[in-house]
T-cell receptor, first 118, second 114 residues
Framework: DADVTQTPRNRITKTGKRIMLECSQTKGHDRMYWYRQDPGLGLRLIYY???????NKGEISDGYSVSRQAQAKFSLSLESAIPNQTALYFC?????????????????FGPGTRLTVL | SQELEQSPQSLIVQEGKNLTINCTSSKTLYGLYWYKQKYGEGLIFLMMLQKGGEEKSHEKITAKLDEKKQQSSLHITASQPSHAGIYLC??????????????FGTGTLLAVQP
């Protein structure tokens, strides 16, 4: 079974609709992240959470919101979807190790959710 | 502008040929990750480099980190069709406090012709 799962895997919706993407992990990691991937732009961080009570905006948080329902679950919402939010969305997890500035935490990614907004 | 630049953006090679993908940072690298992605799928962790001059190999893939140049290279020897995909480099950022944000390069699309 996959350690990081995302639902749905594919979604087509219309402009103005509210959409929720869900991420679950069984790795026991405390940190979770949401990224979007667009051709030519690579991966960009939307939101990240260091634990259930700690949620932070990433590079491109406008138009998105998140909820960390439990350590294992981190959902991403598009309150009113627009076409330029069409992208591949990835959830990732990592675990805090050792010190802060010198810790290199490997991130584990989910399989991605392909979202199309018409 | 992108903090991590990858080159080339795309690459087509004949099966059996060697190839190199480069990742250059505009800032000091504190750790460099290489991932592979099949079209429309998730990311597969390949390897991570931490120290200047470090070199790691896994099967036919070798990655090196040159901190002075703020650059990493990924070399594939005797390429096979199974190597085809998008290769992404990622680097850890330090933006005040303790973070584990990874910034990513734009990716290199590799096609291997049989």
């Amino acid at each position: 079974d996959a350690d990081v799962t995302q639902t749905p895997r594919n979604r087509i919706t219309k402009t103005g609709k509210r959409i929720m993407l869900e991420c679950s992990q069984t790795k026991g990691h405390d940190r979770m992240y949401w990224y979007r991937q667009d051709p030519g732009l690579g991966l960009r961080l939307i939101y990240y959470s260091f634990d259930v009570k700690d949620i932070n905006k990433g590079e491109i948080s406008d138009g998105y919101s998140v909820s960390r329902q439990a350590q294992a679950k981190f959902s991403l919402s598009l309150e009113s979807a627009i076409p330029n939010q069409t992208a591949l969305y990835f959830c990732a997890t990592s675990v805090t190790q050792g010190g802060q500035r010198t810790s290199y935490n490997e991130q584990f990614f989910g399989p991605g959710t392909r979202l199309t907004v018409l | 502008s992108q903090e991590l630049e990858q080159s080339p953006q795309s690459l087509i090679v004949q099966e059996g040929k060697n190839l190199t993908i480069n990742c250059t940072s505009s800032k000091t690298l504190y750790g460099l990750y290489w991932y592979k992605q099949k079209y429309g799928e998730g990311l597969i962790f390949l390897m991570m480099l931490q120290k200047g001059g470090e070199e790691k190999s896994h099967e036919k893939i070798t990655a090196k980190l040159d901190e002075k140049k703020q650059q990493s290279s990924l070399h594939i020897t005797a390429s096979q069709p199974s190597h085809a995909g998008i290769y992404l480099c990622g680097a850890r950022t330090l933006s005040g406090g303790a973070t584990n944000k990874l910034i990513f390069g734009t990716g290199t699309l590799l096609a291997v012709q049989p």
